[in-house]
């Protein structure tokens, strides 16, 4: 069985690492090299840095950001969103360490832009982001720009059929940053056979097995329960019993949860 991957999710806004709680409520936690540094020699398999107040001023990427985790030199590949409209933006990413890229906002705002990024560096290096939800009994996409709930357009199913990146980002945004589980219906409703990563309210043996036995589920991304000890991402894998993640390396003084 391949095994799924554990991502460190690390949320920026105002050049800080925050908490986030469902989409709406900030709290610091810190600078994001620090973070990230942290959760490289913590063994995170990979680390999603998503800096997201950069798409609604149209700034671009947050590039001072990018260099200096590269002065740090981290050996855990390193996806990067926020503030990505062109493929120039996407280049630029590439070149200052990150592995791959995460991208929304351009999927319906520029879809042959992002036809375009994918031609050029490559569909394996690409994670669309789609926010969803269940709203009586149906599957919506959350738009952060508008800041409601809307029909998943046509540009994502596009993206979906033409193949034009390696992993969807499906995040349950009203359990983000809660530990109610992550809503296993929105699984259950979206019906395409992509490759998915998870993030969002992940939480507990029932849920956090019920979402792996998904074969489409390629990663679980958590985000603000990694801050707070050291051995988070060991205890995560230990967690689990039936050996879906990569063996957890723990010191011999800790103990497994």
Avoid at 42 to 51: C, F, H, K, P, T
């Amino acid at each position: 069985m391949i095994k799924k991957r554990i991502l460190a999710g690390v949320i920026v806004k105002d050049n800080q690492v925050v908490q986030s709680i469902g989409y709406r409520n900030y709290l610091p936690i810190g600078k994001p090299e620090r973070v990230v540094g942290n959760l490289d020699r913590w063994q995170a398999d990979e680390i999603l840095i998503n800096v997201i107040d950069r798409s609604n001023s149209n700034k671009g990427p947050d590039l001072e950001i990018l260099k200096k985790i590269n002065e740090i030199n981290i050996q855990t590949p390193l996806i990067y969103g926020g503030g990505i409209s062109k493929l120039e933006d996407a280049i630029k990413v590439i070149k200052l360490g990150a592995d791959r890229i995460v991208l929304e906002s351009i999927v319906e705002e520029n879809y042959m832009e992002l036809v375009k990024i994918s031609q050029i560096i490559g569909s394996q290096s690409i994670v669309i982001s789609m926010p969803l939800s269940i709203n009586k009994n149906k599957i919506l996409f959350y738009d952060y720009k508008k800041k409601k709930e809307i029909e998943i357009s046509n540009f994502f199913l596009n993206a979906i059929k033409n193949k034009l990146f390696s992993e969807l980002l499906i995040v349950d945004y009203k359990n983000q940053g809660f530990m109610n589980g992550f809503n296993i219906e929105i699984l259950k409703k979206f019906t395409y056979d992509v490759p998915i990563i998870l993030y969002g309210g992940i939480s507990g043996k029932k849920n956090t097995e019920t979402i792996l036995a998904d074969k489409r589920v390629s990663a679980l991304t958590f985000g603000n329960s990694l801050n707070y000890s050291e051995h988070s991402i060991q205890k995560i894998k230990n967690f689990n019993k039936k050996n879906f993640f990569r063996e957890p390396y723990f010191q011999k003084d800790i103990k497994n949860v």
